[in-house]
DNA sequence: CATAAAATGAGGTACGCACCTCAGAAATCC
DNA sequence: GGATTTCTGAGGTGCGTACCTCATTTTATG
C-alpha cells in the first residue's frame, strides 16, 4: 500500500539493494537477465524513484542556462523578470540559473553561446532564438553532449530539442482574427498587419491563423499589405502612420510582433488610435498601459510566469529521465482585455 | 555561498543542533533570548528549510480533503478530474487527497462533513461550498483544531480561512460585459442575465462588475430583469424560452453560473442561439462544444488544474509554514473564444 | 543556599536514495 | 578442471532534516 522502495524491489526480484542500484542508475556489471528482473519488479510494484530524496543523497544541484535575447523588448524583460522570481522560488529545490544574453539577429552569436555551453557545466538549456541552419545544428551539438534542450517562445523543430514551452502560433493569430472580426464589428473595412519581418517561422504561422479566420469568417474586411519593420523603429513609425492616413476605412490594426511602441507611437500621431481596434501581442508594461487607456483592444499573450516554470519541471523532468505531466505544461493563449488584466 | 544547513545555523548562533532544532519545530524548552539568536541567525545566513529532507525524515504524508458539491455539475466534474490528475503526479510528493462530497445546498450536509475532518485524520482542507454563518463556523473550528483551509473557487471571508484560491468575480462580471458590449456592438438592443440563485455572494459579484461596465460603456444596450433559475432546469427552460421570444431587440445572454444545458437548450429552441451573444462560465464539455458549434460566444473561466493546484500548493505552504509565492498563485480570468480553445 | 525545574548539549536513529568498496559466488574460457 | 573474468551481496557513508534520550549546565524557587 505505501510507497514502494529500492528495498521493496530489492526483495521482489531477489537480488540486493546494490544490483537494484546498479540497475536504476545505469552502472554495469549486472546481466540483462537480472536487469529485467529488476525491470520487472520495478513495474509490477509501480515503483517510481524519490527525486528529491535522490537529489538529497546526489547532492547535485540542476544547472540551467536561459538563453535570451539581449536588448531592450519588454516582452524578454517581463521575461526575464519572471526567470529571477522562479529562481528565488525555486532555490530551495537545488534549481541554478544562469541567464546567457545573445544577439538574436546574429546566428553566430547564439551558435558561440550555445557552444560555450558545456555539460560539465550545465545539465539543461533553454533557448530562445530565430531558427536558423547553424542554430538547429548547434542545438543538435548540446543533446548529443547530453544536455537537455527545450525551445522558448518561438519553437526550433528538427532540431532535436527536447521540448517546446510557449504556443501554438497559428491558433494565436485565428485568436487575433476572431477577435478583431467580432471587436471590428460589420461594417466593412481594411485591416493593417505589422510585424518585425515575415521572415521568421512565428510570425508566418501567426499571419496563416489570422488570414484563414479572416477569410472564413469575416471577409467583408480587407487585409492591406503587410508592414515589416525590420527592426527600425523609426522606419514603421514613419510607414505606419502613412498607412493610417491613406486609407479612411482603417478599421483595425493586427501587431504580430515585438514593436508595440513605435506602433502605438504612429497610431496615437494620426489621431486614430481611439476609433481603430488594435490588437496585440504580448502583456507588457507597454500594452497594459494601453489596455488602461482604451488605445490598445486586446493582447493576445502567454504568462511568462508559466513559460520559466514550464521550462524549468521540464528541464527537471528530462535530466530525471521522469516523464512530464503534459496537461500543466500546455502553455495557453491568453486574451487579456482591460477588464481581466492581473492585479 | 552554499545552502546553509541547520549545522550552519547552529554555528552561528552558538548553540546545539538539538536547541536549532526545538525552535525550528517550535517545540519547548527553549529560552526566549536563545530562540531570539537562533531566529537571528537563520535570518543572517538566509537559511531555507528542505521541506522534502524534512519530509523525508518525519515520513509523514500531506492529508488533504477536498470538500465539493456532489450531484452533476460539469464544472465540478471537471474540477474533480483535474484534481485525480493532480493527485497521480503529487502522488511522489506525499500528498494523500481525499474528496468529500456535500450536498450544498444543503449547509447541514457541509457542515456535518467539515466536523468530520478532524486533525487525526487531515492536514489541511480545501472547501468549496457557499458561504453561509454555519459554514462559517464550522471553518472556524477546523483552524481552532489546527487544519489548514483554502477556500476553492467561492471565497469564505470572515471564516478564517488561510486563503482563496479561485478568481475576483467582480473583475469576472466586468469582463464578461466588456466582451458583451464589443461583441454585441453598436446598434442599441437588450440583454438578459441568467443566474441559478441572486443569493449567492459569487452572482452578486459578477452582476455588480457586468452592471458597472454596461452603464460606463455601453448605456446603449438595456438590461433585462435577471431570470433566476433556483436550481430547477426546466423553470429555467421555460422562461428563458419566453423572455427570447418576447424580446425581438434581444442581442445577447450572459449566464452567470451553472445551468448551461437548460440556457443553451431554450436558446436553441427559441431559434436565435446563432444570432444572440452568448458569454458564459466555466469551460466544462458542454461550454466548450457550445463555442465550436457557434452557439456560444465566449466563455470565461478559472483554470481548473491551476485552481487545484494551486490549492495544494497553499495547503502545502500553510502545513509547512512556509511563505507563499503570490504571484503563482493568482488565478487568473480566462476567456476562451473558438480559437482559443485548449487543446 | 539547597533543591527543584528549566534549558541546553551530545549523540543516536531514521527517512530513501546514490555511490563506494571488497569479498565471494557464478559463469566463461582454455 | 583450474584459472580468469564477470556478477552479485553485504555493508558502509552521507545528504538535510526530524525526533528521541540522557546527561549536564543554568536559572528560578522556596
Redesign the interface.
Known amino acids: 500500500m505505501a510507497?514502494p522502495t529500492v528495498h521493496d524491489i530489492a526483495r521482489e526480484a531477489g537480488v540486493s539493494l546494490a544490483t537494484v542500484d546498479r540497475v536504476l542508475n545505469g552502472r554495469p556489471g549486472v546481466r540483462a537477465n537480472t536487469i529485467e528482473r529488476v525491470n520487472d519488479a520495478v513495474r509490477s510494484l509501480g515503483y517510481?524513484r524519490?527525486?528529491?530524496?535522490a537529489?538529497?543523497a546526489r547532492k547535485t544541484q540542476y544547472r540551467f542556462a536561459f538563453v535570451l535575447p539581449d536588448g531592450d523588448s519588454q516582452f524578454v524583460d517581463t521575461l526575464k523578470l519572471a526567470l529571477k522570481?522562479a529562481m528565488a522560488?525555486q532555490?530551495?529545490?537545488?534549481v541554478f540559473v544562469k541567464v546567457v544574453p545573445v544577439q538574436v539577429q546574429d546566428p553566430h552569436s547564439v551558435v558561440r553561446a550555445l557552444n560555450s555551453l558545456s555539460a560539465e557545466h550545465y545539465d539543461g538549456v533553454a533557448i530562445m532564438a530565430p531558427e536558423t541552419p547553424q542554430v538547429r545544428d548547434a542545438v543538435a551539438r548540446l543533446k548529443e553532449a547530453g544536455l537537455s534542450v527545450v525551445a522558448l517562445v518561438s519553437d526550433l523543430p528538427t532540431s532535436g530539442r527536447d521540448h517546446f514551452v510557449g504556443i501554438?502560433n497559428l491558433?494565436?493569430g485565428?485568436?487575433a482574427?476572431?477577435?478583431m472580426g467580432?471587436?471590428v464589428?460589420?461594417i466593412p473595412g481594411k485591416v493593417l498587419i505589422v510585424t518585425n519581418s515575415m521572415l521568421s517561422r512565428d510570425s508566418i504561422e501567426r499571419r496563416l491563423?489570422f488570414d484563414e479566420?479572416m477569410s472564413e469568417r469575416f471577409d467583408h474586411l480587407t487585409i492591406l499589405p503587410t508592414i515589416e519593420s525590420r527592426g527600425d523603429p523609426a522606419r514603421m513609425e514613419a510607414i505606419l502612420l502613412k498607412a493610417a492616413l491613406a486609407h479612411p476605412d482603417l478599421r483595425g490594426v493586427y501587431s504580430m510582433g515585438p514593436g508595440n511602441r513605435p506602433l502605438i507611437g504612429a497610431l496615437r500621431r494620426s489621431g486614430r488610435i481611439a476609433e481603430l481596434t488594435v490588437i496585440v501581442h504580448e502583456l507588457t508594461p507597454l500594452t497594459h498601459q494601453g489596455l488602461i487607456d482604451y488605445e490598445v483592444?486586446a493582447v493576445i499573450t502567454q504568462?511568462v510566469?508559466h513559460l520559466v516554470?514550464s521550462a524549468m519541471r521540464v528541464l527537471r523532468a528530462k535530466c530525471d529521465g521522469v516523464a512530464i505531466?503534459e496537461?500543466?505544461e500546455?502553455i495557453?493563449?491568453?486574451?487579456?482585455?482591460?477588464?481581466?488584466l492581473?492585479?
Not at 524519490?50 to 530524496?53: H, K, N
Not at 495557453?332 to 481581466?340: A, P, S
Open positions: 510507497k517510481v524519490d527525486t528529491y530524496a537529489n538529497l522570481e522560488a532555490l530551495a529545490d537545488r501554438n491558433s494565436a485565428r485568436t482574427g476572431d477577435l467580432r471587436f464589428g460589420a491563423g479566420v483592444d504568462n510566469g516554470r505531466y496537461a500543466q500546455r495557453r493563449i491568453d486574451i487579456v482585455l482591460k477588464e481581466n492581473p492585479t
